[in-house]
């Protein structure tokens, strides 16, 4: 704890006991656990928005976590650029809370360095820049010399750039926690500190049992915010967050006579090599870092009496990084340590919070692993405020959405992913780069085969899955880099293999959503809100939230006409089940099958010959038309056959159990031995998808969109009533402000990765959501939204791709095959 802190938390333990002697009421509208930045913002946003019987419930004293030990350093930038938008709303909103509470935040808005000592580091910081010309975030180079001028004690002869961002600064964490609590109050919140939780159970007719030591709160919704305790908390609803306290160091400095005598605050900064952030505190300076070696704290569970206590520092962990530090402000190693801080705070398996209602529960929501409190509190409140209130949140929080994980994330993964996270929190990550950690979670039938056949394989929603083929396993693999790599050429010939003969890619990565019963075409009619199939065909349709928003491009197939199977993403799978079963009717059964069906989907123009060595079915394009499906026999297994494709060719899925994935793929490769039959991977795909302008979930098609903007209305029936049906006939009157473009790119051994800004005449009017190499046509292209204005075939914008701008082309047609003769043939 610092010295200003220190005093703050003197300060605000003696105004605490407002809450001791209160009773609590019996019902509320909601409850929150736990009593740091985040659940007391909570609190604030909720009261603020309309909920009066909104009660905050704290085991010890507001703070007694993570929260009064926190730096309370803030900065805007994440490596998700939604987040980014809410942690500069969290930083503009201390004004507020301290205008409206009467309690100091302590806010210093010094503005603060992102610094590069390398030019790897200077392209990263050139990728956030980029980003922020669209989000609107103050950003700004500067040279060398001014890093000197606005910070004496840093020694610029070490960097080869630095960012400005005017947004960042520092607070005081106790402050900032009361200020959000007492703001509440100012709209009916309340809290009761002293007040632990010791059991939480769902009531028949899906309110909750809050029981405490002091009585028990009826509820109707539940709000996890346990912070160190997340995970003892969930053990009380039978839930398992994967999420990890992990041990964190900072030092603070004694007087060093260049601060005291500045006349002004200094700025924070950020030095990535070196690992460390630091800050001006009182007439020192406050430097921290994330230890190379990170040490996980109470794996087994945080101890209940555990509450403002620090642990002893291991200085020996940092050391290495002291040394760089004190290389770089050389006055760091001149002066002495008075405090060194050792205190645990709670990180999730990406290093982003969990937030938002939980999958397979009715009124359970949760806010935890936020370890960046101080910049993502604000905005973690208000997304989950908005999200409990209006059904859902105003931006695509998907970077934070608790049902991106699914019961594959078990408590021993999330240590070793929070871990790894942990050691990387400066560390970039490369758009070709996958992590060594936490692997081999899910695996299919044919994941030995394949590394055998020299698959790099990538991890998605816990499944290893093939991102392209070297020529043997000591083959296979790249060096992390933000240009083309090494796999260009094995996924050119991949790609070469589908255009002029035959290859076959993996699907258990995909997402099956089974629906069955007499009530199952009319619900899916309702939710849906393109055209539902007949019995033995396929359509594609979007699925709209009720305010008009993208929540699915999903591929219905009619088994019969009481029984359903969706295909989609399968990062999305655990939220469309949360979305699927919140108010599922009595005449149908749901469940989510992902598991349960693997497969291999064939494409190119030799795909219906090899199918047809391998299955007793008719598959001769009159036989068996695009968009036809079936339930029949290939390769010897039981399968559903589905006559659609992916890649713009010519294609099949074949969907079978798990245990016939094998023979199904001998099958295949024997079948296809003689018609140049190759494996591909995820990366071949995304480059064919580009060709056609088909967008991806998680990219081009999210919450952020409509179906206007994105071209998905085309899919839509408007001649039925669906959810969000209002919403989009009012968007689609009123025109989309931006639409979905995709754009070929001048440009040469590189490529977009995505969130790069799109400009016209030096203003950005939108944003890259994927991109790469097109190998069938040759050429580097993007997707992305652009203003209405801009987005006009044939007009040429800019793209900016580390730092500098090129030529981007708006298309009027897909690149490839533009009439789909290839695939419908």
């Not at 010890?60 to 009064?68: A, F, K, P, Y």
């Not at 200085?315 to 001149?334: G, M, S, T, Y």
């Not at 007793?616 to 589905?642: C, H, M, W, Y």
Request: some cysteine; charged content about 25%; overall charge negative.
């Amino acid at each position: 704890m610092t010295d200003d802190n220190l005093v703050q938390s003197t300060l605000n333990k003696q105004t605490d006991d407002s809450s001791r002697g209160k009773p609590l009421p019996s019902h509320a509208k909601a409850v929150i656990i736990g009593g740091g930045v985040v659940g007391c913002s909570i609190l604030f946003h909720l009261s603020k928005f309309g909920w009066k019987d909104v009660i905050l419930l704290e085991r010890n004293e507001l703070t007694s976590g993570s929260s009064w030990h926190a730096a309370g350093q803030i900065h805007t930038i994440s490596s998700d650029p939604n987040i980014s938008r809410l942690q500069s709303y969290t930083i503009g909103l201390y004004k507020e809370i301290e205008e409206l509470s009467g309690q100091s935040v302590g806010l210093h808005m010094t503005g603060g360095f992102y610094l590069a000592s390398n030019k790897t580091w200077y392209d990263y910081l050139k990728r956030e820049r980029s980003k922020a010309r669209y989000m609107g975030l103050h950003q700004e180079w500067i040279d060398l010399k001014e890093i000197a001028d606005r910070h004496p004690l840093i020694d610029p002869k070490h960097y080869y750039a630095a960012l400005w961002d005017d947004q960042d600064g520092d607070l005081d964490p106790s402050g900032t926690t009361y200020a959000f609590a007492k703001a509440a109050r100012t709209f009916g919140g309340q809290y009761f500190t002293h007040t632990p939780v010791i059991g939480t159970t769902m009531r028949p007719d899906g309110q909750w049992e809050v029981k405490t030591e002091r009585g028990t709160v009826i509820a109707e919704h539940v709000v996890n915010c346990g912070g160190l305790w997340a995970r003892e908390v969930g053990h009380m609803a039978g839930l398992n967050f994967p999420v990890q306290p992990m041990e964190h160091h900072y030092l603070i400095t004694d007087r060093i006579d260049e601060i005291a005598n500045a006349g002004r605050r200094l700025p924070c900064g950020i030095d990535y090599e070196a690992n460390i952030y630091f800050r001006q505190e009182r007439d020192g300076m406050l430097l921290g870092t994330y230890e190379p070696v990170g040490t996980p704290w109470k794996v087994g569970g945080t101890p209940w009496e555990f509450g403002h206590e620090l642990l002893p520092p291991k200085l020996e962990n940092i050391a290495d990084r002291l040394e760089l530090a004190f290389e770089r402000v050389p006055a760091l190693a001149e002066a002495g340590i008075k405090d060194a801080i050792n205190g645990p705070f709670t990180f999730g398996p990406d290093g982003n919070p969990m937030i938002g209602p939980v999958p397979g529960m009715r009124n359970y929501w949760c806010a935890v692993g936020v370890m960046a409190g101080f910049c993502q509190g604000g905005g973690v409140g208000l997304t989950l405020a908005e999200w409990m209130i209006d059904g859902e949140p105003s931006i695509d929080v998907w970077a934070m959405d608790v049902a991106r994980f699914g019961d594959w994330a078990t408590p021993d993964w999330g240590t070793v992913k929070s871990t790894e996270n942990y050691e990387r929190r400066f560390v970039m990550t490369f758009p070709n780069e996958t992590l060594p950690k936490g692997r081999l979670q899910k695996t299919t039938a044919l994941y030995d085969r394949l590394v055998a056949k020299g698959a790099r394989m990538g991890q998605g929603f816990g499944l290893e899955n093939a991102l392209w083929f070297a020529d043997g396993p000591e083959d296979a693999h790249e060096e992390p880099t933000f240009e083309r790599n090494r796999s260009h050429d094995y996924v050119a010939r991949e790609v070469k293999a589908v255009q002029e003969a035959v290859g076959g890619i993996e699907i258990a990565n995909f997402a099956k959503h089974e629906f069955k019963g007499a009530g199952a075409r009319a619900y899916l009619d309702r939710i849906l809100a393109g055209y539902v199939p007949k019995p033995g065909r396929l359509t594609l349709t979007p699925m709209l939230t009720p305010k008009g928003r993208l929540y699915g491009d999903l591929t219905v197939a009619c088994l019969a006409e009481d029984h359903f199977m969706l295909f989609g993403s399968g990062a999305m799978q655990e939220a469309h089940r949360r979305w699927f079963t919140r108010d599922l009717p009595a005449d149908l059964t749901y469940a989510n099958v992902s598991d349960d069906w693997h497969g291999i989907a064939l494409s190119g123009p030799k795909s219906r010959a090899l199918l047809q060595r391998i299955t007793r079915e008719d598959v001769s394009v009159e036989a068996f038309k695009f968009r036809d499906l079936r339930q029949t026999f290939v390769g010897g297994v039981p399968v559903i056959l589905n006559r659609i494709s992916f890649s713009g060719e010519l294609g099949y899925e074949i969907y079978c159990k798990p245990q016939y994935l094998l023979r199904l793929a001998e099958a295949v490769e024997e079948a296809g031995a003689d018609l140049g039959y190759r494996w591909y991977g995820a990366r071949a795909l995304m480059s064919m998808r580009l060709e056609k302008g088909w967008g991806v979930w998680t990219l081009e098609f999210r919450p952020d969109f409509n179906a206007v903007e994105s071209g998905m209305d085309a899919f839509i029936n408007w001649n039925k009533d669906f959810v969000g049906k209002a919403a989009a006939e009012e968007q689609r009157a009123k025109g989309p402000a931006r639409k979905l473009v995709t754009m070929v790119i001048e440009v040469d051994g590189i490529d977009v990765s995505g969130d790069e800004a799109v400009l016209q005449d030096g203003a950005a009017v939108g944003y890259v959501s994927s991109g790469g190499y097109a190998h069938r046509t040759g050429q580097s292209m993007a997707m992305g939204y652009v203003a209405t204005e801009a987005a006009t075939p044939g007009t040429v914008l800019s793209v900016e791709i580390l730092g500098e701008m090129y030529p981007a082309t708006i298309l009027g047609a897909p690149a490839y095959d533009p009439n789909g003769g290839n695939m419908r043939g």
